[in-house]
């Protein structure tokens, strides 16, 4: 799930600042309490620096003067001191802990708006894991870094100058003793950091290659057990998992390195400032208090330091968190609403195609050989129904040299009437079903549903108009009800549901353990194939849509049950306008005319009988008869 | 490293919340089984069995790596200890012109600080070591557990299951074992020597160091147990706004079709604020851990301060000892955050691994031979084989009796098609000849050897079945069709794909037999994709073939150029075909009709055809769908 998709390698080099200053936005709403915790934390770590010379104050004056009075003092100051630290520590928590979970909360809902309205194209490259993890653990990360790094990054470096000025006053000597170690430490870091952040990411690499063998031999096991094959694909998984423990010791000898430089050099330091400090006490250039504060107040730095390190890694993750969810959010989303309208010439360009097209058995010549006419159309009969004006398609991420996947398809159903759409495996009959609804955009031509251009409406209302049932059918976590009446508007009752789980012959329905109230989906009940295609056929048909379409919607049934839904859905057919992908002769037989598609384009159109007679092609898709030649 | 009791209640299921609703009303719902909400029962401390089996063949390491961290943290504390013998000793000395303790004192302090760093690099290179080599032996035996199981399981135990107990559960056992307990570890180390250094400097102060722990015992108690909670809810939370994004992202072709945009946007606004929330309140409980263990913290630090200065003002204390102190003090505390840190992780790592435990204490139902069987030498020419059904009967573990008794015989060489509606028995039936599942009774045979007795190499080459899923593993087309015989030769998967007439569309591709199936521009049909698993089983070239509805997405050509490569390429091999479709019956040489788990009728085609019975019915309304 993790393994680097294609749309992130376009922009590899975007520097981590320039990520993370597009959180912005998101941030905005809540900076005043934002910066109001980063001051909080500021004045916090300010004053665990003034404890040191609280006791400095006490070992010099009170302590050195025998006075108990004083002592008393000081830890009354200490006292004050630890309970307005514990109280800053947790104000700075509550401060951001309720709007930081807002922050993360509303770049989740902006992401899930945002992917429901990217085309379908973008999701047929995207693996829902990928766009899961977005949600989820990118989502986290930077939650965690604008309530960490990017506030202790702020908090270190004012405590470590403030700390540095204050061992520079005290005795600037002894602090340029303490600074020594300032510019080697950071050059070794920088170093390591680099070469750290690439073993980093190869091992990220690495672990996406293991999930993607787990994910294959879980979602494969019947195949890999049909064909005894487990111990090759345990053999790939050793070797890619042993790769990836390689990695991560070479990742985990960097990281020591690191700790091991950060650890070592400031001990130096502070050895170096111990011995000199008790030579100047000893001198008695330096007060035995004044030694003890210096001592403690690089104890104080020590932590602010050693941050620093994981501090950036983990902004550097953030970074690249940012970086993911923004890959997704700059997809540019359908449209909300009808587009602008196509250019004047389309259609006039399209009809005269229509025309010129008839060589190829075309539409327009099946139109003038009679079938009914549209009743209660709003528009003539030649605009009517469902018409396919020339139109091409070809995948956006297809490579530039393929052959477009629908080259020039003319077609019209016309009002009230059923189109069959037959072709061999693989020639975009399913493509084609995607187009009317909009799910994939048409290349070039346009499609129109009365005579209306369907990038003219908008896609709430095209989608009303039109009802699909796809090959894979797919339940939501809903009771059954619900996913059925999914299909229709919300005033669809019970009457309706019974309609429509008759005419898809899912009376089984009833027989469920809590009826249509039972859940089904993966929180639910499981259904076979053939049960779930019922119910998805139901929804299609429960809107008593004005066009219907259905990507072979019988295909998982068995003979008996294929026979009743037919004679069902008959009567649906009666009274809309449908077009439907079919495999076999039965679900032909459903439709009043054949339309067959080859090489992208529409060969012929005619009756399943007709065709079976005058078109070798089609004679061989139906009954596997011999073509004679192609 | 087993640092933290594993006895303790881990963190609540993730799934069992939703679960919990979806049974909210009474009634003959689905029994309660475990499979339904993602607690597989293991046995009692399997979790623990667990994490020590799998850091027993470490045990040398552990033991290495755990000294290493003892002597790295002895080195970090012995500074203020320096400190206070500078002040104390060296001072003086040093005014009387004697430089030794001075130089030593100088000496162990560097001598410290790069045996700390020293022993902090080969620390954490040590117990990287060991992280990753528990976390290799996990993997592997998650993987190979999961491969041994049988299919059985894996169709009640969704793959998204078992997909994240090796991916995330695994995941957070990393954080645990690379982070967290290091940090644990540190942590009550660093709390042992420093209470023993004060106890050592001055019994009094140290005393009241101790004194100070029973108050934030309490506190990270409290803590522990209100935030296992809130994690509790918290997980559960992000459970449900994870299935709601799955299925929307998974299903976005009906939700973009049925303008399920704006309800679906409704109910992720529930879930995701419900997580917000709790997400809040996790926060919170955090803020109120660290006020709390602040207050204590620096109110012990205020005393110690003012007795011991109290003490040295009185002159019954060395001012250096307390100067220790007081160092010492500040290093003490420091750590407690980290330690609510720590809770986090060890919440989130102990509910994973006993999922995990409670996956890998399942045992296959369908095991490897302990003594394995070859088969006999082929008694023909013929590559078929014999197969009996001996008196098998099928049930289910969860109970539902699939096959009640059933015997049957099928001749070396013949095919033979299966028939009947959804529920007969005919999957299940393909499945037991497979060895997917084992009878409950009786034993299924293959040219006299029950089918038990045969290692799976073996058993490969005598039985391969080809399903109505075709999936596609990542790789290129080529590779897929060898996954049939993996020591074919480029020609031999050429030949087998021409047989089952799916060469044109392969060659059709980008890069033809080498296009990678995941790749751009290799968009597979359904269909397709059917033709493909034909061409493996095809390459196979087993003794008995199984087609399961393995046509349900062809065409008709599609499915011409099956049966004719069954009447050429596979001829002679005993044939099982179940169908929807009678179209594939056509090439059988016996039909039989199942129904309820038994044989209703079984004979030739043509004679059922000619009788009255229900294959009769069933062929005249396919024959007349044909018209």
């Keep these: 799930m993790t393994t680097p998709d294609a749309a992130a390698l376009d922009h590899p080099d975007r520097s981590t600042v320039r990520s993370l200053l597009r959180l912005w936005p998101y941030v905005r709403p809540v900076r005043a309490r934002w910066f109001g915790a980063a001051f909080v934390a500021v004045v916090a770590s300010c004053l665990s620096l003034v404890f040191p010379l609280i006791l400095k104050w006490m070992v010099d004056g009170p302590v050195a003067e025998h006075d108990p009075a004083g002592v008393w003092l000081g830890a009354l100051y200490l006292l004050l001191l630890g309970f307005a630290e514990a109280g800053l520590f947790g104000l700075r928590r509550w401060l951001v802990a309720r709007p930081l979970a807002g922050v993360e909360a509303d770049m989740r809902a902006d992401l899930y708006r945002h992917l429901q309205r990217l085309p379908v194209a973008f999701h047929d490259r995207w693996a829902s894991g990928q766009l899961l993890s977005r949600a989820t653990t990118d989502l986290m990360l930077v939650r965690m870094f604008l309530a960490f790094p990017l506030t202790f990054l702020l908090v270190n470096a004012v405590t470590i100058l403030a700390g540095i000025a204050i061992m520079l006053a005290q005795q600037w000597t002894l602090g340029l003793v303490l600074l020594a170690p300032a510019l080697p430490v950071m050059v070794v870091c920088w170093f390591f950091e680099r070469r750290y952040s690439e073993v980093a990411r190869r091992a990220q690499d690495q672990v996406g290659d293991l999930t993607t063998v787990v994910e294959e031999s879980v979602l494969g096991i019947r195949i890999i057990k049909g064909f005894g094959r487990h111990r090759s694909q345990a053999r790939a998984f050793r070797e890619l998992s042993r790769t990836l423990r390689g990695t991560e010791l070479v990742k985990a000898r960097l990281l020591a390195s690191i700790w091991g430089v950060i650890v070592t050099l400031p001990e130096f330091a502070i050895g170096a400032a111990l011995v000199l400090g008790t030579v100047q006490v000893a001198d008695g250039r330096l007060s035995a208090g004044t030694l003890v504060a210096f001592l403690s107040t690089a104890l104080a730095l020590r932590w602010p330091v050693d941050s620093i390190g994981f501090l950036i890694a983990m902004s550097q993750e953030a970074g690249t968190a940012t970086e993911r969810y923004f890959e997704v959010m700059d997809a540019t989303p359908e449209s909300d609403g009808a587009t602008a309208p196509a250019p004047v010439a389309g259609p006039v360009k399209a009809r005269e195609s229509t025309a010129g097209a008839a060589r190829d058995g075309d539409a327009t010549a099946a139109r003038d050989t009679g079938g009914p006419a549209g009743q209660g159309s709003p528009a003539a009969d030649g605009e009517g129904g469902l018409r396919f004006h020339a139109v091409g398609f070809r995948y956006p991420d297809a490579p530039a040299d393929a052959p477009p996947v629908l080259d020039r398809i003319d077609l019209h159903v016309r009002p009230g009437e059923s189109m069959a759409l037959v072709g061999a495996t693989g020639t975009g009959k399913t493509t084609l079903t995607a187009l009317v609804p909009r799910l994939h955009e048409v290349t070039s031509g346009r499609i129109t549903l009365d005579g209306r251009d369907i990038t003219e409406m908008p896609r709430e209302e095209l989608r009303e108009l039109v009802a699909v049932a796809f090959e894979e059918p797919t339940l939501f976590s809903a009771t059954v009800g619900e996913n059925v009446l999914m299909g229709a508007d919300g005033t669809a009752g019970r009457e309706e549901l019974d309609r429509a789980l008759a005419v898809a012959q899912a009376g089984f329905a009833h027989a469920l353990p809590r009826g249509t109230d039972t859940q089904v989906g993966e929180q639910g009940l499981s259904l076979s194939g053939g049960q779930r295609q019922r119910l998805a056929l139901a929804r299609a048909v429960v809107g008593r849509p004005r066009f219907l379409v259905l990507d072979d919607p019988l295909s998982a049934l068995d003979v008996h049950t294929e026979a009743a839904v037919e004679a069902a859905l008959r009567r649906v057919l009666a009274e809309t306008t449908a077009l439907i992908v079919a495999h076999r002769p039965s679900t032909v037989l459903l439709a009043d005319r054949v339309a067959l598609i080859s090489g992208g384009r529409i060969a012929a159109v005619g009756t399943h009988h007709e065709l079976l007679r005058t078109h070798a092609e089609y004679a061989h898709l139906m009954s596997g008869a011999e073509e004679d030649g192609r | ?627």
């Design chain 2, 1 to 627: 490293m087993t640092a933290a009791p594993t006895a303790t209640a881990p963190g609540k299921d993730p799934d069992e919340g939703a679960d919990e609703k979806g049974r909210a009303a009474p009634g003959p719902g689905p029994h309660q089984d475990p499979f339904d909400h993602d607690t597989l029962p293991a046995p009692p401390g399997a979790t623990a069995a667990l994490l020590r089996s799998l850091l027993a063949p470490l045990r040398a390491r552990v033991a290495l790596t755990t000294v290493l961290l003892l002597l790295q943290q002895a080195a970090v504390q012995v500074g203020p200890l320096l400190v206070a013998y500078a002040i104390d000793r060296a001072v003086p000395a040093f005014r009387q012109d004697d430089h030794g303790p001075l130089i030593a004192v100088g000496a162990a302090y560097l001598l410290c600080a790069a045996a700390s760093g020293g022993l902090q690099y080969a620390f954490i290179v040590a117990s990287a070591r060991v992280n990753q080599d528990v976390l290799l032996d996990l993997r592997g035996r998650i993987f190979r557990h999961a491969q041994a199981l049988s299919v059985d399981f894996h169709e009640r135990y969704t793959s998204g299951r078992l997909i994240s107990r090796s991916t995330t559960d695994v995941e957070s056992l990393r954080e645990l074992l690379s982070e967290g307990l290091q940090e644990l570890v540190t942590v009550i180390l660093s709390f042992v020597y420093i209470s023993a250094m004060l106890l050592w400097l001055d019994a009094g102060l140290g005393a009241v160091a101790v004194v100070s722990f029973v108050p934030l015992y309490l506190l990270v108690r409290r803590y522990r147990r209100r935030a296992g909670e809130i994690f509790a809810v918290r997980s559960t939370t992000i459970a449900a706004v994870i299935v709601k994004f799955a299925e929307t992202m998974n299903g976005i072709r009906p939700v973009r079709a049925f303008r399920r945009e704006a309800a679906n946007e409704a109910e992720f606004e529930v879930l995701n604020k419900r997580h917000e929330r709790t997400n809040g309140d996790a926060l919170l409980e955090m803020a109120q851990y660290v006020v709390g263990s602040r207050l204590v913290a620096n109110t012990a630090v205020a005393g110690i301060v003012l007795w011991g200065a109290h003490r040295v003002a009185s002159g019954s204390l060395a001012l250096g000892v307390l100067a220790a102190a007081v160092l010492y003090l500040r290093r003490l505390y420091d750590p407690i955050d980290r330690l609510g840190m720590f809770l986090n992780s060890y919440q989130s790592a102990a509910a994973s691994l006993e999922k995990i435990a409670g996956l890998l204490a399942q045992t296959p139902s369908v095991p490897e031979p302990s003594v394995p069987r070859q088969l006999p030498a082929l008694a023909s020419e013929h590559p078929g084989r014999e197969v009996v059904f001996d008196g098998v009967r099928f049930a289910y573990r969860t109970g539902g009796e699939v096959l009640p008794s059933f015997s049957l015989t099928l001749p070396a060489g013949q095919t033979v098609a299966v028939v009947g509606s959804t529920g007969a028995g005919k999957s299940t039936l393909a499945k037991l000849l497979a060895r997917f599942y084992d009878p409950s009774d009786g034993r299924v045979l293959l040219d006299g050897v029950d089918l038990r007795e045969l290692p799976v190499p073996e058993l490969r080459r005598g039985v391969v079945m080809v399903t109505q899923e075709a999936f596609l593993f990542s790789g290129t087309v080529a590779e897929n069709i060898a996954i049939g015989r993996p020591e074919a030769s480029r020609e031999e998967i050429e030949r087998a794909a021409k047989a089952i007439g799916a060469h044109d569309f392969i060659s059709a591709l980008p890069d033809g037999y080498d296009t990678d199936v995941r790749k751009r521009g290799g968009r597979i049909s359904a269909g397709q994709r059917q033709l493909v698993a034909f061409a493996r089983a095809l390459l196979a070239d087993p003794a008995v073939l199984i087609l399961d509805e393995a046509t349900s997405s062809l065409d008709i050509p599609g499915e011409r150029a099956v049966q004719r490569a069954m009447s050429t390429v596979l001829r002679g091999r005993t044939a099982v075909v179940i169908a929807h479709r009678l179209s594939t019956v056509a090439i059988a040489d016996r039909v039989l009709v199942m129904e309820h788990g038994r044989i209703v009728e079984d004979g030739a085609p043509g004679e059922l055809v000619a009788g009255t019975g229900r294959f009769a019915d069933l062929h005249k309304a396919w024959r007349d769908s044909l018209v």
